[in-house]
């Protein structure tokens, strides 16, 4: 199992870098345009993602409390995606470094509508790892709606090929 978890997380790291190279292009009115998503800008977006990424981190960390670091951020697009990354490698180093144990532990916790979970570690990786592959799919969709048409091939097999 760990091996399966640990490819998934090295994977998730690898597309979002792929991704990431291509977020840092756009100049700022793209990344804050008006959009039809989940989210309503590209910015909101990788925000969301970074925010997502961090709190389940905490969670794993055992945090009473994980806190959103967006509320307070104030630097720009390029340090929010510099964040977003910098968690996603925590992400992939954390679950490098997990002995079985860990990964199969419960993580007990309380969501932001102050509701009890009780969740198999392996079960909040792997939603962190298709959470994040939904959200990049929509950031793909979004890209090209503000004209990038040169986007890279992030699937699952362009990692497991070393297709870079």
């Known amino acids: 199992m760990k091996e399966i978890l640990f490819g998934y997380a090295a994977y998730n790291y690898w597309a979002n870098q792929k991704l990431a190279h291509v977020l840092r292009k756009l100049e700022k009115p793209a990344a804050d345009q ?20 961090s ?3 905490q969670r794993l960390q055992l945090a009473e409390k994980a806190v959103d670091p967006t509320i307070h951020f104030e ?3 390029e340090e929010a995606i510099d964040h977003w990354l910098h968690q996603s490698r925590l992400l992939r180093d954390w679950v490098k470094h997990a002995t079985a144990v860990r990964l199969e532990h419960t993580l007990a916790y309380i969501d932001r509508a102050k509701e009890y979970h009780k969740v198999p570690v392996k079960d909040v990786l792997l939603h962190i790892f298709n959470h994040t592959s939904y959200h990049r799919g929509q950031l793909v969709t979004l890209l090209r709606q503000v004209g990038v048409s040169k986007i890279p091939g992030m699937d699952y ?3 497991t090929q070393g297709k870079k």
């Open 34 to 53: 008006e959009l039809v998503s989940s989210f309503p800008s590209i910015r909101k977006t990788v925000y969301h993602l970074w925010c997502a990424e």
């Open 55 to 57: 709190m389940w981190y």
């Open 75 to 77: 630097g720009d697009f």
């Open 157 to 159: 097999d362009d990692f």
